[in-house]
């Protein structure tokens, strides 16, 4: 968990890798289906680019079936999926189905002064449409009303490391590492 640009997806990659688990990332997930064309695609697109939330359903759909697949039997990393205290209560009834559970959740901390100067770096390399100053701005706001409430959910119930997610990529992972005692 963390804002925009806190490097969720980066330090997901290297966990998973480290860890041998695939990286699930709805936000991933959903631009591919834009492409594509796809129903889910299509549902989302004008969502996504507004810089506001999908519907709770449609992500936990998503999350249902990538927590199906063969190659998430050991685990998955989800990266910047729970947003939303109904997604967070949705994973957990999703997951002890399955006689499984969130064993840890990472919050990657970052101030709004590094988060705009990254996004705006973000945008000028990857060129996402919800990088543009109106749609960060409203992505900031989902994160403090709709996902930062996620984050006292989890804390209530143990399992939260937060990690500083300033300095290079490496310090951050080695802190990702300590946290996670591996
Ligand atoms: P991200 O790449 O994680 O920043 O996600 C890009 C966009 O996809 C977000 O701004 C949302 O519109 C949508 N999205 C991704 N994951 C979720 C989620 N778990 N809940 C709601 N919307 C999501």
């Known amino acids: 968990m963390g804002p925009p640009g806190a490097g969720k997806g980066t330090q997901g990659a290297i966990l998973g890798q480290a860890m041998g688990l695939p990286k699930v990332a709805t936000g991933d997930l959903l631009r591919d289906a834009v492409k594509r064309g796809t129903p889910l695609g299509r549902e989302a697109k004008a969502v996504m680019e507004a810089g506001h939330l999908v519907g709770d359903d449609i992500i936990l759909g998503v999350m249902r079936e990538e927590v199906g697949k063969p190659e998430a039997a050991k685990g998955v990393i989800f990266d910047g999926v729970v947003r939303t205290v109904p997604q967070a209560e949705g994973l957990d009834r999703l997951l002890s189905e399955k006689n499984r559970t969130v064993d840890a959740v990472l919050f990657f901390d970052v101030s709004d002064d ?53 300095g290079t990529i490496e310090e951050i992972s080695a802190r990702v590492r300590r946290a996670l005692g591996k």
């Open 114 to 166: 590094e988060i705009l100067a990254r996004l705006e770096r973000r945008r000028s390399i990857e060129g996402r449409a919800d990088d543009d100053p109106a749609a960060v701005a409203t992505r900031l706001r989902a994160y403090r009303e709709q996902t930062a409430p996620v984050l006292a959910w989890y804390e209530a119930r143990g399992g939260v490391h937060r990690i500083p997610a300033v």
